[in-house]
């Protein structure tokens, strides 16, 4: 009796639909099982490495984020003091500091070389005769000799009457009006 009846007809056809009853099918659901682990497994994985891969360029985006506005205040802060340095006031100050006063009336040229306008020295500045700038030639640059000032006069002492030096000769040519 280890043998199975034999169904005939509909009872046969009924016997193949119900699970169990075939010992084929057992064998044929372990590797599609094995196959939905796998890829449920490597979906996990994979999302796994994913995520990981984001909040580490989250992290890089913050740093990056955290450094722009660190140069921003800083640019921010460097354009503020152009704009304290560059103030008509703090020109002015600096300029007297260095000596400089502030010019006269100008005079201007025009292109046929007449001249516009009656040209004053700027006030509180010595007469030209009083203070000639000294022009060296290129062999006493060469040389560095330098002769000492000589000391202003007093206001009581009378000055000498000396007659200006000529320039030593120009090395370069005069400058041209044509541009060229």
């Known amino acids: 009796m280890g043998r199975k009846p034999q169904l005939k007809g509909r009872a046969a056809r009924l ?42 360029g989250s992290f890089k985006l913050d740093d990056l984020q955290k450094e722009t506005k660190s140069l921003t205040d800083q640019e921010q802060a460097l354009q503020r003091d152009i704009d304290a340095y560059s103030a008509p006031e703090a020109l002015q100050r600096r300029a007297r500091e260095l000596g400089m006063v502030p010019g006269g009336d100008p005079a201007f ?62 090395q370069f040519p005069p400058p041209s009006t044509s541009g060229r």
């Not at 044929?28 to 196959?35: D, I, N, S």
């Not at 995520?51 to 580490?56: D, F, Q, R, T």
């Not at 001249?115 to 000639?132: C, D, I």
Request: proline share 19%; hydrophobic share 45%; aromatic share 2%.
């Open 15 to 56: 016997a193949r639909l119900i699970p169990g009853t075939a010992g084929s099918g057992q064998a044929a659901r372990t590797p599609f099982v094995l196959l939905v682990v796998l890829l449920l497994g490597g979906g996990l994985i994979g999302l796994l490495v994913l995520n990981s891969a984001l909040s580490e």
């Open 109 to 170: 040229l025009d292109p046929d070389g007449t001249v516009k306008g009656v040209p004053s020295p700027a006030p509180g500045v010595e007469p030209a005769g009083a203070f000639t700038p000294l022009v060296l030639a290129p062999e006493a640059i060469a040389d560095a000799t330098v002769p000492p000032p000589a000391p202003a006069p007093s206001a009581g002492e009378p000055t000498p009457a000396t007659a200006p030096s000529a320039p030593p000769p120009a």
